[in-house]
């Protein structure tokens, strides 16, 4: 079922141009640039008319006759040099939306290619606590799941952790430099596990000899050293726990917890692969991949250090190949901040060497990062990188504010008011960051994110929470057929239909903030519509009834949008003042 007023034009024009000797593939239709004008706008004839020797006006009055025929239109006209100015009659609009209404699917159609998608996101280090730097690849990486899985594609999500590096051997050198041994380790929480990290990190960086510690104990826990690989076991089961109680108040989901650790038996392979092809080759102690040489020369893929430990491109190598050969994944995602766009680039060339993934496309999605309101990385007021946990509590304290207390609202004591205040403030957090493009990196609004009104999370809840109470006061009323009576209703209808497009766009873009920008305009659409069309107190039952049935597509839409950026639709939004909307 083909739901698409572009479509339906498009096959309009095709016939029309065929019919007058015009080249076919000028015959589509886009958004109006003036809506004031017209609905969808044509501006082939500019094109064409240096191909047909004619006034591109001549062209597109030739063109417009003969759309004036069809019943679907209400108006057709030229306007400047030659843009063709089409307008859909209020019936085809009002049939057209009430068949999107009654499709479980709301018109939106399907990929024409399914494949299987694996995409990592998340990324977080064992041993260390998550900081507001993880915020952006969770959440991202979360929208597109959804939206994969939508348009049909079969998604494996993969966390990805790092597990397995220097930072392991940095830790457990340091539990061994302030204990003498690694009895008590099993008795360390993440919070002492961070700052155990903390102070390795700053030793191995002031003393050489405690980074050969570090690097020496790191090589021992990968070939298998069982006091190093206990210790280690505990270390990575502690921030697995502490990674997934952040996770879980951001609903944000994976279907693999693979680390680097999963990936270091076919590590071997990678080397034996190369090695097998002879595109390896040993260059002071280490044995490394050499790129080719283009405008933009990349050093090479270090595949065995000299210390005889494997690096991040060996596991990342590896990962590829088994995610290829256990999944038969056909396309892999990767979400990162810029800092790894050389990593991906020598992966993707050491992988396309290596021939260990021949027909399945890799790309990376780099996106910005989260800044303070000076421009700079997000951090505390001590200058510290914010925990994700902190920023959490944060707006959860924010968003209590503008509630009522437990049980000032019959049917919401503390369990219920807690759950509130979580699906809104993690709905100000993710929408904050997937309104803005993944490239650009944003200010994190302290004092703004989390409000009722402009463009943020909660808005939208809001405005889905207020069509809930127009249905719920309707009460025996019924939703009837949607007519077209006013240009308000006409301008939320024509909104309405743009949804697979939408959706569509931001798959192939793989971009949120598309869907999160067009949920905006479609709540304001509908507050315009609100305050301009009364619903249950319209002058007649069958507007009414249409009336309702446009609010209620407008809230399954709302809804579908925010559950494609992960974030909740709470059935109610309490205010502070006890009142419910």
């Known amino acids: 079922m083909n739901l698409l007023f572009e479509t339906k034009l498009n096959d309009l024009l095709q016939k029309i141009f065929t019919k007058l000797n015009l080249n076919t593939r000028f015959a589509s239709v886009k958004l109006s640039d003036r809506p004031d004008l017209s609905d969808f706008q044509c501006n082939g004839a500019l094109a064409l008319a240096k191909e047909a020797h004619k006034n591109p006006r001549e062209i597109a009055a030739a063109i417009a006759e003969e759309l004036k025929n069809e019943n679907i239109l ?9 843009f063709l100015n089409i307008q859909l009659s209020d019936e085809y609009i009002s049939e057209n939306l009430n068949k999107i209404s009654e499709d479980e699917r709301l018109g939106c159609g399907t990929t024409d290619n399914p494949h299987k998608v694996i995409l990592d996101y998340g990324g977080p280090n064992v041993a260390k606590e998550m900081h507001v730097g993880h915020l952006r690849s969770g959440v991202i990486g979360e929208s597109i799941r959804r939206i994969e899985k939508f348009i049909g594609n079969e998604v494996i999500a993969d966390v990805h952790l790092g597990d397995w590096g220097t930072p392991m051997g940095m830790i457990l050198s340091e539990i061994i430099n302030q204990d003498g041994n690694l009895d008590k380790v099993e008795t360390y929480n993440i919070e002492e596990i961070t700052v155990f990290y903390k102070q390795a990190n700053i030793r191995c960086k002031e003393d050489e000899n405690a980074k050969e510690q570090a690097r020496k104990i790191t090589a021992e826990l990968q070939d298998g050293n069982p006091l190093y690989r206990k210790a280690w076991q505990h270390l990575r089961k502690e921030s697995v726990n502490a990674i997934k109680k952040n996770y879980l108040e951001l609903d944000v989901n994976f279907d693999l917890w693979w680390g680097e650790s999963d990936a270091h038996d076919t590590c071997g392979e990678i080397v034996k ?13 280490a044995e490394i991949i050499r790129l080719e040489d283009s405008s933009k020369p990349k050093p090479p893929i270090i595949l065995i250090k000299s210390d005889g430990g494997y690096t991040y491109h060996t596991t990342d190598l590896a ?3 088994m995610r290829v050969d256990s999944f038969k994944a056909e396309e892999i995602v990767y979400f990162t901040d810029s800092r790894q766009s050389l990593h991906f680039e020598q992966v993707f060339e050491g992988a396309q060497k290596l021939g260990i993934s021949p027909n399945t496309k890799l790309q990376h999605i780099v996106f910005g990062t989260v800044n303070g309101a000076d421009g700079k990385p997000f951090k505390t007021r001590d200058g510290g990188v914010m925990n994700l946990e902190t920023l959490i509590d944060i707006s959860k304290e924010k968003v209590s504010h503008s509630l009522p207390k437990a049980n000032e609202v019959e049917g919401y004591g503390q369990k219920e008011i807690d759950k509130l205040t979580s699906q809104i403030a993690v709905a100000a957090i993710k929408f904050q960051d997937l309104k ?9 609004e302290l004092d703004d994110f989390a409000k009722f009104e402009g463009k943020t999370g909660p808005y939208i809840q809001y405005a889905i929470a207020r069509i809930n109470s127009i249905l719920r006061k309707s009460g025996a009323v019924k939703t009837g057929k949607i007519i077209i009576t006013a ?7 024509l909104k309405l239909a743009q949804l697979h497009n939408i959706i569509m766009r931001a798959h192939t873009e793989k971009e949120p903030s598309i869907i999160a920008d067009y949920a905006y305009t479609l709540a304001q659409t509908f507050s315009s519509f609100y305050n301009a069309c009364p619903i249950l107190n319209a002058e007649n039952n069958d ?8 609010a209620q597509t407008v809230r399954n839409t709302l809804r579908l949008l925010l559950y494609l950026l992960g974030i909740e639709s709470p059935e109610i939004m309490l205010k502070a003042n006890n009142s419910e909307d």
């Open 74 to 82: 209400k108006s057709v006209s030229v306007d400047g040099p030659g």
């Open 273 to 285: 692969i190369a090695r097998d092809k002879k595109i390896s080759e040993v260059d002071n102690g």
């Open 319 to 321: 990962t590829i190949k």
């Open 436 to 444: 803005n493009t993944i490239a650009s990196g944003y200010v994190f």
């Open 487 to 493: 240009p308000e209703e006409r301008s939320l209808a």
């Open 543 to 550: 507007l009414v009834s249409s009336r309702l049935h446009l």
